[in-house]
């Protein structure tokens, strides 16, 4: 046809097919000799450098796919990674031997879009599984060292990184590139672009290594990631960790209490290095979900936002939460409050869940306190808010003193 003149399309269609045909499956099952034939195939195509040219020559926006995605998008790299698919499929196939090579033959391209390399990274966990012995022969040419790593290597390592969840064996074979990497900082390069950039990945495994119980504070990586990643990748990972505890049906006690004492730690470092105060920002993530005790969080809640006021700008809603809190420490409780008011825009949709459901709740809390300071600031307080439009406030505080509203009633 006038669109495909050359078969280039239809050929990539093919090879597209035979990757998915080579891959194992735990459901589907393609004759020996078929797979055989198919191997033939996609080995024999390692000669063809009509592909590659193809691929080679193509000129990417410096904004435009990353590594990972223009992967799925060009013959040469559905190829590689029909390899590796290959490669894995069986550990004792006719064929394995001669897929190793053409991988080896495709991975000594100068690959200056980095498909290759993404394909390879996207693969770790199926080497490492199929053929460790193989994968571990050649970690520091594909992946770095401890002391140097390229930008080929950063492609196959934070696309490895990004593509699998945290695995302790996975974490121990990458260590030392990891490192190399930390070092690198902003200038990471990425293989895939996914919702957590590079840095904060490499984070994200650093810190589940430790509150799994994998890896102490003292471990050589956990030191890296943390003396030398910015306090911004610091922080990102901290709170997306606490985010997922967040999100977690169950998290074990165990678990729980080694993050507990990470953010300890990370509340100590800020407090003698103020200028790292961004590591803070995700801890509002610790009040929801009910993994954490309210005794636990609402002091350091209080603590971080001493320390960065920009916690108070975060957007999720802990409205409810706040409330609960104040039943138990009315003090702490109000002080939060006045803060979290303080660093938000009063038309917000998080100031109105605090205005409505925890501002009410713990000032009145703070009111019936036997404490008398406490009282009289809370009562202060209450004035002042109502100085600055919220006239309903003594009528809603009046409500929870007289008994007529409870915490049970404050809205999810």
């Known amino acids: 046809m006038d ?3 050359d078969f280039r399309l239809a050929k990539s269609a093919a090879v597209g097919l035979l990757e998915e045909l080579v891959k194992k499956r735990e459901n589907v ?4 000799e078929a797979v055989g034939r198919f191997a033939g195939i996609l080995i024999a195509e390692t000669t063809d450098e009509a592909a590659w040219n193809e691929y080679d020559s193509y000129e990417r926006d410096e904004n435009g796919w990353d590594p990972l995605t223009i992967s799925l998008n060009w013959q040469w ?7 590796f698919y290959l490669a894995t499929r069986d550990k004792e196939a006719a064929w394995k031997s001669e897929a190793f090579n053409a991988i080896e033959f495709e991975l000594a391209r100068q690959d200056r879009h980095g498909a290759g390399r993404a394909v390879l990274g996207e693969n770790f966990g199926r080497l490492f599984n199929d053929s460790p012995d193989w994968l571990k022969a050649r970690l520091e040419t594909y992946f770095g060292t401890k002391d140097a790593i390229s930008v080929e290597q950063q492609v196959a390592l ?3 990184m990004a593509t699998h969840y945290y695995h302790r064996e996975l974490l121990n074979l990458l260590s030392d590139p990891i490192i190399a990497a930390i070092v690198v900082r902003d200038g990471l390069v990425s293989g895939w672009r996914s919702e957590s950039n590079a840095q904060q990945r490499i984070g994200e495994w650093v810190i589940a290594a430790v509150i799994y119980g994998h890896r102490t504070m003292d471990d050589e990586l956990v030191q890296s990631f943390f003396n030398n990643a910015s306090a911004k990748a610091r922080g ?3 709170a997306h960790v606490a985010w997922s505890f967040f999100r977690a049906d169950r998290v074990d006690d165990s678990i729980r209490d080694r993050f507990a004492e990470l953010w300890d730690a990370r509340i100590e470092h800020v407090r003698d290095h103020p200028n790292d105060s961004e590591e803070l920002l995700g801890i509002y993530w610790c009040a929801k979900g009910g993994k ?3 005794s636990w969080w609402l002091s350091r809640l209080l603590g ?3 320390l960065e006021p920009g916690v108070a700008t975060e957007r999720y809603m802990i409205g409810k939460e706040l409330a609960e809190a104040s039943v138990d420490d009315p003090r702490t409780a109000l002080e939060v409050l006045k803060l979290l008011l303080d660093g938000r825009d009063e038309d917000g949709m998080v100031s109105h869940d605090l205005t409505r459901n925890a501002v009410p709740v713990v000032i009145a809390g703070a009111i019936a306190s036997a404490d008398e300071d406490l009282s009289r600031d809370a009562e202060k307080y209450m004035n002042d808010l109502g100085a600055k439009g919220n006239l309903r406030l003594e009528a809603d505080v009046k409500a929870v003193l007289d008994g007529a509203v409870t915490v049970e009633d404050v809205d999810d």
């Open 236 to 238: 990102d990972a901290m």
């Open 292 to 294: 954490f005790d309210a």
């Open 77 to 83: 790299p559905k190829r590689v990674r029909g390899l």
């Open 304 to 306: 971080a936002l001493q």
């Open 29 to 32: 099952s393609i004759p020996d």
């Open 3 to 5: 669109d495909d003149t």
């Open 158 to 160: 934070t696309t490895a």
